[in-house]
C-alpha cells in the first residue's frame, strides 16, 4: 500500500485508549500554536523541555499509544502508511489480557496484503495496472497483453506476447466430460451457477494442479483457466438456450472467439464485427483487476490455504455473483427499465433522496471521485451503438447522469457513476442476455484473481487467512436435560430481556 492511501486517524477499539500521531513535517511544534493543535486534533502533547516550546514525544516513523486504562505509552512502527495489527497485542490492561486488537467487519481500513498489482487513488479517481493508467491501457492494450502485464509485472516483448497467446489459444478447448457436468443442469439454471460449477470441475481433471509450490506447474494451470473460462461461459449460455455449442476458433483473437462460441449460429467461419470485438477487449481490460474487493479476497482467502486454483477460482466467482459486487449492472438496467422515460427521471431522483431506494450505478465504496473505468466505457458505448443502433436506455441513463452530477444531494455525497453504470447498456446492445453479466464480469477477472493467488503464494509474510472475533455469547454452563429445556429456556429468555 503507498503512504498516500491511509492518511486518516486511527480507529480506537477502547474509548480508554489514546493516540498520538507524531509531526510528520516538522520536529516541533511552536507554544502559540499548541492549544490550537490540541483543542482540534485531540492528541496529548508532550513538552519539551527547554525554551523552544513543545514537541511530540516519539520519533518521525512511529506512533506513540498512551493506554488511559493503564497508565503505560507503547511505541509503534509505522511504514508504507501503516501500523502492524500484531504490534497492538502488547497493549494489555492486565497480565491475562489477550492483548489489544481492532475490530474492522468489512475491512473499512484493514490492509490484508502488500501488492504491486493495483493501484487505486479513490479521492483522485486513479486506476493503474502495475503502474500504467487505465486510459493508456485501454486506448492502446489488448485484453490478453494486459493480462500478461497482471501476470508478469512488465508488458511483453513482441515474442513474449506470441508465446502467451499461443499459449492461451492452445488450452481454450475443454475436456468433452466437462460437458456432462453441464448437461445435468437444468435449461433454466443460471449462468453463473453453471459457470462455478464447471471451474471447480476442472480441479478434477487436473489433479496436478494442487502442486501449487512448482511455478512452472501453476503457469500451466493459469494458460488453462484464462483459455478456458470464456469456452465455459458461452457453453453455460447455449445451453441455457437449447443451442449446440460452438468450439473454440483458434484463428480468432481472445475476444472474437468468445463471440464466435457465444453468438455462431449456421454460417461456416464466424467473422466477429470489429468494433464490437474492440468494445468487448477494452470492457475486459476495465474488469481485469480492482484491487482488493470481495471476490479477490476470497480468492486470497481460499488460496491461503494452499487450495487448488480451480478451486479457488470458483470461490473468487461464488462471491462476484452476489449482487452487491457482479451483479450491480444487472441492478442498473433493471432501475433504468423502473424509470421507463427520461420524463419520470427528475421524480425518480425526488424518491432516491427520499430515501425511498438507492441509485443503482452511482458510488463506490473506494472511489469518491468520477471513476476513470466509467468515462472509458461511455465513450464505447457511442462506438457500439453505431453498430447495433442505439438502445433508448442511454437518453435516459444521461439524463440521470446529469441530472445526479449537477444535483448538491449526489455531489456533496460524492454519488458519481461507477463501471457499472453504462457497461449492462453496453452489453445488452451487444446481445448478452441479463443473466450473462456476471459471468462476463468473470472472464476477464480471472487474470486478475491468478496474479492476485500467485502474488499470495510468493509473500513469505503470508499465512492461512484466520481472522479473530470478538466473543459476545454466553460463557460456560452446564447442559440442560431435555425434559428440563421448556422452563429453562423461558427464564434464560426472561434474563436475556431484562439484561438488555
Request: overall charge neutral; proline content about 5%.
Amino acid at each position: 500500500m503507498r503512504a498516500s492511501e491511509s492518511r486518516g486517524s486511527c480507529p480506537r477499539a477502547n474509548t480508554a485508549t489514546r493516540v498520538e500521531h507524531p509531526p510528520r513535517a516538522f520536529e516541533q511544534i511552536p507554544k502559540r500554536h499548541y492549544a490550537s493543535l490540541k483543542q482540534n486534533t485531540g492528541l496529548k502533547i508532550g513538552r519539551l523541555r527547554g525554551r523552544e516550546g513543545f514537541a511530540m514525544s516519539a520519533t518521525r516513523d512511529t506512533l506513540t499509544i498512551t493506554d488511559n486504562r493503564t497508565g503505560k505509552q507503547y511505541e509503534v512502527p509505522v511504514k508504507d502508511g501503516t501500523i502492524r495489527a500484531m504490534d497492538l497485542r502488547q497493549i494489555k490492561a492486565g497480565e491475562e489480557d489477550f492483548g489489544l486488537m481492532t475490530y474492522d467487519p468489512a475491512f473499512m481500513n484493514t490492509a490484508s496484503c502488500k501488492s504491486t498489482i493495483t493501484y487505486i487513488d479513490g479521492d483522485r479517481g486513479i486506476l493503474e495496472y502495475r503502474g500504467y493508467p487505465i486510459e493508456q491501457l485501454a486506448e492502446q492494450s489488448n485484453y490478453l497483453e494486459v493480462a500478461y502485464l497482471l501476470l508478469h509485472g512488465e508488458l511483453p516483448t513482441e515474442k513474449q506476447l506470441a508465446d502467451w497467446r499461443w499459449n492461451i489459444t492452445h488450452h481454450t478447448f475443454i475436456n468433452e466430460n466437462i460437458k456432462k457436468v453441464l448437461d445435468g443442469f437444468h435449461h433454466s439454471a443460471h449462468p453463473m451457477g453453471m459457470f462455478e460449477a464447471m471451474v471447480a470441475a476442472l480441479s478434477t481433471f487436473y489433479p496436478e494442479a494442487k502442486n501449487i509450490e512448482d511455478a512452472a506447474c501453476r503457469r500451466k494451470q493459469i494458460h488453462r483457466l484464462i483459455a478456458k473460462v470464456p469456452t465455459i461461459a458461452a457453453f453455460a449460455f447455449r445451453h441455457r438456450i437449447g443451442l449446440p455449442y460452438s468450439y473454440p476458433d483458434n484463428d480468432l483473437s481472445y475476444e472474437g472467439n468468445f463471440l464466435n462460441m457465444m453468438f455462431k449460429t449456421t454460417e461456416l467461419k464466424y467473422q466477429p464485427n470489429p468494433v464490437l470485438e474492440r468494445a468487448l477487449s477494452v470492457l475486459f481490460i476495465l474488469h481485469a483487476d480492482h484491487e482488493q474487493n470481495c471476490s479477490t479476497n476470497a480468492m486470497r482467502s481460499i488460496g491461503s490455504a494452499h487450495t487448488d486454483p480451480y478451486s479457488a477460482l470458483a470461490g473468487a466467482a461464488a462471491a462476484l455473483y452476489g449482487p452487491l459486487h457482479g451483479g450491480a449492472n444487472e441492478a442498473v438496467l433493471r432501475m433504468l427499465n423502473e424509470i421507463g422515460s427520461v420524463e419520470r427521471v427528475p421524480e425518480y431522483v425526488r424518491r432516491v433522496k427520499a430515501g425511498e431506494f438507492k441509485l443503482m450505478g452511482f458510488g463506490h465504496r473506494v472511489y469518491k471521485n468520477y471513476d476513470p473505468r466509467a468515462t472509458i466505457i461511455k465513450q464505447i458505448a457511442y462506438e457500439v451503438f453505431d453498430v447495433t443502433g442505439k438502445d433508448p436506455l442511454l437518453d435516459l441513463a444521461l439524463e440521470l447522469e446529469r441530472i445526479a452530477l449537477e444535483d448538491e444531494y449526489f455531489v456533496k455525497r460524492k454519488l458519481y457513476p461507477n463501471v457499472d453504470f453504462y457497461s449492462g447498456i453496453i452489453y445488452r446492445a451487444m446481445r448478452f442476455p441479463v443473466d450473462m453479466f456476471p459471468v462476463l464480469f468473470a472472464i476477464p477477472r480471472t487474470s486478475g484473481w491468478l496474479a492476485q493467488w500467485v502474488e499470495l503464494l510468493e509473500d513469505p509474510e503470508q499465512k492461512i487467512a484466520r481472522p479473530r472475533q470478538i466473543y459476545l455469547g454466553r460463557r460456560t454452563r452446564d447442559y440442560v436435560a431435555m425434559k428440563q429445556r421448556d422452563g429453562a429456556a423461558a427464564g434464560q429468555a426472561a434474563g436475556a430481556g431484562g439484561e438488555a
